[in-house]
């Protein structure tokens, strides 16, 4: 009694890899764009949205410290 061979091997390995590494793109994908990219984006559209709001008020200076301010002038102070 001979032993059939076993056949599709091959292919059914081929499949399962493909799968599993679409699989894996995918979850690793989402994870990054909801729990790193888009924090981020809301972070940095909140941002400049207060920016706006300073910028359009007719006293900006209102909205920042005084050591904000110094701090600012120390920057943007030229050598003499």
């Given at each position: 009694?001979?032993?059939?061979?076993?056949?599709?091997?091959?292919?059914?390995?081929?499949?399962?890899?493909?799968?599993?590494?679409?699989?894996?793109?995918?979850?690793?994908?989402?994870?990054?764009?909801?729990?790193?990219?888009?924090?981020?984006?809301?972070r940095r559209e909140e941002g400049?949205?207060?920016?706006?709001?300073?910028?359009?008020?007719?006293?900006?200076?209102?909205?920042?410290?005084?050591?904000?301010?110094?701090?600012?002038?120390?920057?943007?102070?030229?050598?003499?």
């Amino acid at each position: 009694m001979a032993i059939p061979p076993i056949t599709g091997m091959l292919k059914r390995a081929v499949i399962r890899d493909i799968t599993i590494a679409l699989s894996l793109g995918f979850v690793g994908g989402s994870y990054y764009w909801n729990h790193m990219n888009l924090p981020y984006i809301q972070r940095r559209e909140e941002g400049q949205r207060k920016l706006e709001a300073i910028q359009s008020s007719p006293y900006p200076e209102l909205h920042f410290t005084k050591e904000q301010l110094e701090r600012q002038a120390a920057l943007f102070k030229f050598p003499e």
